[in-house]
């Protein structure tokens, strides 16, 4: 019983012990120098032209959550096509409820603007 | 058709879709009737809001639906009759408290049917699962519309206090509903029962724990000391009809689930958790009672009121009987309309200027609006439990249910209690009827509003006169309840 667990338990130590021995011999061989380039966020990316904790648009949380809706809709899904051989007429007619459902809340979220940018 | 599952299922579920919808109509109709008709969208959700109401009424009897997922039964319609009508009222206070604040109606009537359903949802429920669902669509809804008016700050304080505390109070819920499962492999809770009076499982400490977790989770929702800190920011901060349809409907909805899970699904543990709940009870009584009485706001002092009115209820479950399970019914009840007319005469004094929800905007009402001071009294003895108001009669029953259990000191902690709340009760009756400065505000009428006042007045007076009729209704609701597995249970 307990002897199954032996497997996780050796990746577990051979995972941390990875990170850890990297961060260490890392440390004990690089060099410390520290200039304004080498404390950028992005060291050899884009140059950040402001501070980070800035104002910005609310629309960008309203299109993240109505990517999640629909991302959850394909959740829901591929199972329910998986299993569409089993369900039959009964599953056709619940999925058809449950799009209604979605689309009804997609046109609202349309009609209230949601959908404009600017 | 999946075996199991006919078409006579969806029948019995007939009021929960056609609430589902209507809340998917009011949304359409929101975007589709022109901007600033928040009128015609308040009577679209009354109109939903009595259909569902009516279908109620279509059929009787106890079933269970789809695999025992959600019992219809008796139980189950005493409280969604409470739900809608206390959502109805809601909505009456709210039209022209929206207008005052500008917020956009469509989304709040959507909100307060989604609510509502999940409340309903909650009533039948008798599987974990289902009662989780329910018990979600519920809490999400709340915590959208507490924060609901978005310039206000302490709106949005409020909103994200319910927000994070709920999500937190729910994972230790969640947490014990998962060992209920682990240990008796089903989450069917008149499945459950009989497993855990097994021997061997009785005493099993990780029971016990699981008992704890779902005590500690459900005392969260009916706001039961130590449980309770989120509610008085959360009542104050809320748009005031959001705070009442809360206190009322959320309320009673919480008490529908503990009555479920701990009477039909754990009746094994009930030495476990009778002595959690009188505990309970007692604290969230005195405390209760004695922080209201130092509130100078309202709102606060309501959330006290109702903190301590839930002290109250859960004597009935600490009796056990059908009679105290028959006396929380009743006292639910009552306690709908008595906080709803109260709130909504809090809501009348909201004018464009005025909060008006502290004490010295009350102060001389009488001399201002007598109907409105007269119907403040009412609600103010009623919740202090005087005759002949109804809360005089759901008092005498909770109390003398605890007797006939002998548990004669809760009874006495209880009447004690009942005296130290008439201080801060009357000391608002005070203040409208005895000061005659004018510092106070104007309260203005709406017809919607005159027909929640009147509402409640009505249900306050006629139910303490003539209480037969819902005593009666209320009994035999109980009796649906498996609450002849407890009793035999009992010593």
Same mark, same amino acid.
């Given at each position: ?118 | ?33 022109? *901007? ?14 009595? #259909? ?33 009508? !206390? ?51 519920? %809490? ?26 709920? #999500? ?15 240990? !008796? ?71 529908? @689930?503990? /009555? =479920? ?17 009188? %505990? ?42 059908? =009679? ?17 007319? %109260? ?6 004094? =909201? *004018? ?27 609600? @103010? /003895?009623?919740?202090?439990?005087? $005759? ?32 130290? !709340?008439?201080?801060?009760?009357? *000391? ?38 003539? $209480? ?24």
């Amino acid at each position: 019983m307990l002897s199954d667990y032996i497997p996780i338990a050796i990746f577990v130590v051979v995972a941390t012990g990875f990170a850890v021995f990297t961060l260490v011999f890392a440390s004990l061989l690089h060099s410390e120098k520290y200039n304004k380039v080498k404390l950028e966020p992005y060291e050899c990316g884009i140059e950040p032209i402001t501070d980070a904790r800035d104002r910005y648009s609310i629309r960008y949380y309203l299109v993240a959550m109505l990517f999640v809706i629909f991302d959850v809709e394909t959740v829901f899904m591929f199972p329910w096509a998986v299993i569409f051989d089993k369900l039959l007429l009964f599953g056709l007619i619940e999925m058809v409820v449950f799009i209604f459902i979605l689309v009804v809340g997609y046109y609202y979220a349309w009609q209230k603007g949601a959908l404009e940018w600017a | 058709m999946p075996a199991g599952v006919s078409l006579r299922d969806f029948y019995y579920l007939l009021p929960e879709l056609v609430l589902t919808g209507g809340a998917l109509l009011v949304l359409i109709a929101d975007v589709l009737l022109p *901007r600033r008709s928040g009128h015609a969208l308040a009577w679209i959700t009354l109109l939903v809001l009595a #259909a569902t109401l009516a279908s109620l009424g279509t059929f009787s009897g106890t079933h269970e639906v789809a695999h025992g997922l959600i019992a219809v039964d008796e139980f189950a319609l005493f409280f969604k009759v409470v739900f809608l009508v !206390s959502a109805a009222v809601t909505v009456l206070m709210s039209v022209r408290y929206l207008e005052i604040e500008g917020a956009s109606p469509g989304e709040y009537y959507f909100l307060i049917l989604c609510a509502t359903l999940g409340m309903m949802i909650l009533a039948g429920g008798i599987d974990l699962i289902t009662i989780f669902i329910g018990l979600e669509t519920m %809490a999400v809804s709340f915590y959208i519309l507490v924060g609901f008016i978005k310039p206000n700050q302490k709106s949005n304080e409020a909103a994200v206090k319910y927000f994070l505390l709920g #999500a937190f109070s729910l994972g230790i819920l969640l947490y014990g509903m998962s060992l209920l499962y682990g240990l !008796s492999g089903t989450t069917n809770l008149r499945v459950m029962a009989p497993v855990f009076f097994g021997p061997e499982t009785r005493h099993d400490p990780r029971l016990i724990l699981a008992v704890m977790l779902v005590v500690a989770g459900v005392g969260f929702k009916i706001a039961a000391v130590p449980f309770h800190m989120w509610a008085p920011d959360v009542y104050e901060g809320a748009p005031t009809p959001v705070t009442a349809f809360l206190s009322v409907g959320s309320k009673a909805a919480s008490f529908a @689930m503990i /009555l =479920r899970i701990f009477l039909e699904g754990l009746p094994a543990m009930v030495h476990d958790w009778q002595i959690l709940f009188e %505990a309970l009870a007692i604290v969230t009584m005195t405390v209760g009672n004695l922080a209201a009485l130092t509130q100078t706001n309202l709102k606060r002092m309501l959330a006290y009121s109702s903190i301590a009115h839930a002290g109250y209820i859960l004597i009935g479950l600490v009796a056990g009987t059908p =009679r105290g399970v028959s006396a929380m019914l009743i006292y639910l009840f009552i306690y709908t309309f008595m906080q709803l007319g %109260a709130f909504t005469v809090i809501v009348l004094m =909201r *004018r464009r200027d005025v909060v008006g929800d502290e004490l010295k905007d009350f102060s001389g009402l009488h001399f201002r609006h007598p109907y409105a001071a007269f119907a403040m009294l009412l609600f @103010m /003895l009623s919740l202090g439990g005087i $005759p002949p108001t109804a809360g005089f009669m759901g008092k005498f029953w909770l109390f003398s249910a605890a007797i006939d259990a002998h548990y004669y000191w809760l009874a006495v902690i209880g009447v004690l209690n009942s005296a130290v !709340s008439l201080y801060y009760y009357i *000391r608002l009756v005070v203040f409208m009827y005895l000061k005659k400065d004018a510092t106070g505000s104007e309260p203005s009428t709406t017809p919607a509003l005159t027909v929640a006042l009147a509402i409640a007045v009505v249900a306050t007076i006629y139910i303490g006169i003539y $209480p037969r009729v819902l005593f009666e209704i209320a009994e035999a609701s109980a009796r649906t309840l498996g609450v002849v597995g407890i009793t035999a249970a009992l010593p």
